[in-house]
């Protein structure tokens, strides 16, 4: 029987790299819909669970992206309020890549901590966006001193209220308009995650520069976002600090999505969003 994976991509177009990942992690076909909404999902949602006996609905799951994970949030909690008994199929929300990135970086600094990072101070910069609030989220749950950095007051209190509702926890936000700003932002910090826009310099090297345990860098395009975070490191030290580039956690981030993909088709009742998906994570880091 073969594996069918509905594409659900709350932007125009479906996602090209969301679909070479299923392909490659073993998905036969791809039904793929672009710019769906909310109103949409049920009926999409009963043409999945309704074709295929509940035995064989294993063979069947859903993948949710697009560029908006508020839009990626809502079509999950479409989709499975269209399910029930056993008439369901496991879901994927992974909207613009954001769980599955955020997670391996939270996974990987985590390692780098010795396992836990309760009771440190995390900075995440550009903490309002997609993989920043999931990764300051995720952080928060598992008891860090989480601060995320906004260029606005205003957005940063809000999406920090949004993730203490969210997943708990405690989340604050202090400004970062410019790079001068960094070093303010930083003090105190163990740990610093820059979840900025590709291209854009946020923390330059005397910001940070033998002051954290962990420093990593999500951004792959020059000008990095921490200045002297090389886009390879992967555990290299640097000005005292245990590195990771973009590549360093995109590498992981790859794998991850692979195989919560493969996951999808073992069984027909998984909803893999942030908490699931670092639990999937934490496995692979023990192999």
């Not at 009963?46 to 064989?56: A, E, L, M, V, W």
């Not at 932002?185 to 854009?200: C, I, K, S, T």
Request: glycine share 10%; aromatic share 4%.
């Amino acid at each position: 029987m073969l594996k069918l994976l509905l594409q659900l991509d709350s932007s125009r177009l479906p996602s090209v790299f969301d679909q070479v990942v299923a392909y490659d992690a073993g998905a036969d076909r791809l039904l793929s819909k672009g710019g769906v909404t909310e109103a949409e999902v049920r009926d999409l949602v009963h043409g999945c669970i309704f074709t295929r006996s509940p035995k064989d609905m294993k063979n069947t799951a859903i993948f949710i992206g697009g560029a908006d994970m508020a839009a990626g949030e809502k079509l999950l909690t479409a989709a499975t309020k269209a399910f029930f008994a056993n008439f369901r199929v496991s879901t994927m929300l992974d909207s613009n890549g954001s769980n599955t990135t955020a997670v391996a970086a939270v996974v990987k600094i985590t390692k780098a901590l010795g396992g836990s990072v309760k009771g440190k101070k995390i900075v995440v910069t550009a903490g309002t966006g997609p993989v920043g609030t999931r990764a300051a989220g995720l952080f928060a749950k598992a008891g860090a001193d989480v601060v995320i950095t906004s260029r606005k007051p205003e957005d940063g209190e809000r999406v920090s209220a949004e993730i203490c509702k969210r997943f708990g926890g405690t989340v604050k936000s202090v400004p970062l308009r410019e790079p001068s700003q960094a070093a303010a932002a930083v003090q105190g910090a163990e740990v610093l995650l820059n979840a900025g826009p590709a291209g854009v310099m946020l923390v330059p090297r005397d910001a940070w520069a033998g002051k954290l345990k962990v420093v990593v860098d999500l951004n792959a395009l020059p000008p990095l976002g921490i200045e002297g975070v090389e886009v390879n490191d992967d555990g290299q030290t640097r000005e005292g600090a245990i590195a990771f580039g973009a590549l360093g956690i995109g590498n992981f981030k790859m794998k991850l999505h692979k195989e919560c993909i493969t996951r999808l088709f073992t069984r027909n009742d998984l909803v893999l969003d942030a908490e699931t998906i670092e639990d999937v994570a934490k496995e692979l880091m023990q192999k």
